[in-house]
Structure formats: structure tokens, C-alpha cells
């Protein structure tokens, strides 16, 4: 017999909870715990930490192993996200847009159909069979012939890819020809924006006319008249939405959407020029969540059902269950490994974030794929992500959590982070440490509802 490593997290006066590496945890009491630090095991003892893999015994080990071929089995399966940004420019002006998209009127930042080919040409030579493609911008419809004929050319190459497609829009540009299209090419994955309830949309998202008439317009008739499946909808949250917690969650409730996934505006692209006006602290963003967070477990409880994304993945974590592939929350992160992005003029980037900063370019679609995915700057990032070597090693939320290294450099300067200052991984440290804590709590149950 022998300890594994762990590390100890207290959840409440006599409840201690010990995490190992590989992510298994066991809540013990205080008594439990000195034994444990004395090597005074008695056999229900002994058997509850052998079961968790705490300590390592001839019988547990094959299971651990097991264990880390499923943390860690993003590392060999190929890119599987492919993220095409037809064009740079986009009709709205978001004072947080990571992209620092250009107006619809300016000349240049439009994928061509010449670099559109080389694009499928490119991603035509990954290993894997079925991957998903992804349209991402400035407002992919702002360039909708290049997006046409990167699905019907698609549709025509041989040998042919199982592709999954998928849009994310902020839905202002969509009419009847674009959705019939999309219906008949079976391009039903959508992803939107929506920040809140009118007055908190529009002041994030100005558009000459209104944001959210529009969004919500399509977002209903996507759904009634063209039969789309489920669209989902990202809600980024500035200073202002702060206010606003229970409102945004009414709002998402009122327009059907199952779930909501408050994101932070980060310090990185148009985001980074305007952050007296709409950045904030950790803090105030931690509040924000927890609030939209305890707002969705009430709802839920009186029988309107609504997820908050973050708490979902990771108390899907916590409780062991397998959970959707999430890019940023896989250690490493997806950036080069399981994502890439690819801009108009044909230039590759990590990931979709990656694109805001040039640090983060690996090369063309010029360049056979194999070099660009096993380039100094892809395994970089692996190495970087990976976060071996960094303080990240010695914290107990490790197993469940990357760093940006896009992130960092944006707001740091440096692709390693300064962690005691890193804005993300104060809010991951606070919020892994409330969902365990819930797990120990009523709430336990709305979180396992979401889960299942
Ligand atoms: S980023 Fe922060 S919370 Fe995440 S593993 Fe590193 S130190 Fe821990
Ligand atoms: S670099 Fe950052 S944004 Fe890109 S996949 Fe990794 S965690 Fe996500």
C-alpha cells in the first residue's frame, strides 16, 4: 500500500475534502483526517480511500490508470473543431467584441473563394473522419456566398467526412433564403447572442435599429417556421449587465432557452479599449455568477428548469460523470489540439480566442498539415496549457483546470500567467470551491437534475 498524492480542501468545519491528480475526491471528517495524517487506518477507513484511488494499492491500480486515459484522452484524437471565420467584419459594434471586428462597410476582411477552398483543402487532410465545422467571424453572414460555398464544396469532396456544421450569429443579417439553405444542408447547429432583456442587450450590443428585436425575431422563427432544432445562446456580461442577474435569467426563461452561459468580458481585443467603461473586478463577476447561479437552482426547483453552464461542467467534474468535450475546460486545452482557426486570409490560429492575438498564428493553409499541427508554436501550447511546471501543479482544482495562455497574454503580457493576479483563475478557484460545497447541500439536487 502506498499514498497517492492529494490535496486537502475544507468544505466546512468537520468536513475535509482530499483531491488527487487524476480528479477522484473524498469528503472526511476531521477525525478521519488526522488518522490519515498519522497513517492510523482502520479497514472502513482503509477501503474508502482505496476505492478513491488515495491510497494505491495491487488491487486499484489498473483503475487509476483508467482514470487518466479518460482525463486525459483529448490528447490523442486529432483536431475535431475547425473554426471558419469567413470574414473580420460584422453590422454590429459590441465594445467587447475579442475580434475588433470592422464595420460591414469597409473594404477587405472577406475570406475569398479562392482561400475558402484552400481552407476545406487544408482541413480535408485531417486524420479524423468526423469533425465539426464551425462559422465563426466577425458576423459570419456578412459573408454568406464564401460560407455557401465552403458547404456545397464540402458536400462534393471525396473522400467524403461525416461534417457536423455549426453557426454561431448574432442572427441581424439572417432572412428566409439563408434559413431555407441552411435547413436543406442540414447546417441546424446555431449559436446566438443574447445579453439579457432589451435594455441590457442593446446597450451591450448597439445596432442601428436594435440588437434584440432581431435576435429574438429569428430565434423564434428558427425554431417555429424552419423547424431548427436547438439554438443556443451565449450571454457575455459587462459592467452594466452586473445589475441585472435575475432579469437576464427571466429573459433566457421567457425566450424558451434551457440553459445560460454568463461569460465574462475579459481584458483582450475592443474589450481591452473600453474597460473602464465595461470591464470589473473578479469579485464583482463572482457575485454576478453566483447570483445568476442560485436565481437558475430556484427557478428550477419551482419547476422552470434553466442550467447555468459553468456550475453544470463543472459539477459534471466533480461527480465524475463523462461530460461534452469543453476546449477550455481540458487540461491541455483544446488550442491546437482539438481546435483551430482559420482567418480570411487564409492564416492558421490556436483557437478561437487565439485569432485576437498574433503570438498565437501557426502558419497557412499554404502549408501541409502536419507541420502546422506539430510546429514549435502547437506543441507550445500543449506544453504550455498543460500547465506542468507552473504553480497550477500545487493547486487542488488542477485536475479539473487549464489556464489561457491566450488570456494571460492578452491581460498579462506573457502566454504564462502571473496566477496570483490572473483574473481566470480567481473566478475558476471560486467557483469550483462553491459547486463542491453545493454538492454537501440541498442544491445537490438541481445540480444532479442538470446533469442527468
Ligand atoms: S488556473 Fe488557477 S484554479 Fe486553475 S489549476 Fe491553475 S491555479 Fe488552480
Ligand atoms: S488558449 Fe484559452 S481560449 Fe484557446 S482553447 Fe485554450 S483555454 Fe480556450
Known sequence: MQFNKFLVHKVSPNTQVLITDAGNWLAVSQSELKSIKERKLGLSLRKKLENKKIILTSKNKKALLHDYSQ???HLTQGISLHIINPTMKCNHSCPYCYAEAPPVESKGSDMSIETAKKTIDFIWQSPRKNIVIEFQGGEPLANF?????????????????????????????????????????NVTDLCTSLDGPEKVHDKNRPLHGGSYKKVVYWLNALRSEFDF???????????????????????????????????????????KHNWDKIGYSPQQYISFWRET???????????????????????RKLLGEKAPYHSCFSKPCGAALMQASYQPDGSIYTCDEGKAERLFKLGTV???????????????????????????????????????????????????????????????????????????????????????
Open 366 to 452: 499554404e502549408q501541409p498539415y502536419r507541420k502546422i499541427f506539430t510546429s514549435p508554436n502547437a506543441l507550445n501550447m500543449l506544453s504550455l496549457s498543460s500547465s506542468l511546471g507552473l504553480l497550477c501543479n500545487e493547486c487542488k482544482w488542477n485536475p479539473y483546470c487549464s489556464f489561457c495562455p491566450v488570456m494571460a497574454h492578452s491581460s498579462q503580457g506573457s502566454p504564462t500567467p502571473l496566477l496570483y493576479n490572473n483574473a481566470d483563475c480567481t473566478i475558476r478557484k471560486a467557483q469550483f470551491s462553491l459547486i463542491l460545497k453545493k454538492l454537501f447541500s440541498k442544491d445537490r439536487a438541481i445540480l444532479q437534475s442538470w446533469v442527468n
Open 145 to 185: 456566398p464564401a460560407m455557401q460555398f465552403i458547404i456545397d464544396y464540402a458536400a462534393k469532396k471525396r473522400p467524403r467526412k461525416n461534417i457536423h456544421w455549426r453557426v454561431v450569429s448574432n442572427l441581424s443579417l439572417m432572412d428566409e433564403t439563408i434559413a431555407s439553405y441552411f435547413k436543406k444542408n
Open 71 to 73: 482525463l486525459y484522452s
Open 293 to 315: 447561479l442560485n436565481c437558475c437552482i430556484q427557478k428550477t426547483r419551482a419547476g422552470k428548469p434553466i442550467s447555468e453552464q459553468f456550475s453544470l461542467m463543472i459539477a
Open 229 to 271: 432544432g436547438r439554438i443556443g445562446a451565449l450571454c457575455t456580461v459587462t459592467k452594466y449587465s452586473l445589475h441585472f442577474a435575475e432579469e437576464i435569467v427571466g429573459e433566457y426563461l421567457a425566450q424558451k432557452l434551457p440553459d445560460i452561459t454568463p461569460v465574462p468580458v475579459r481584458k483582450i481585443g475592443r474589450a
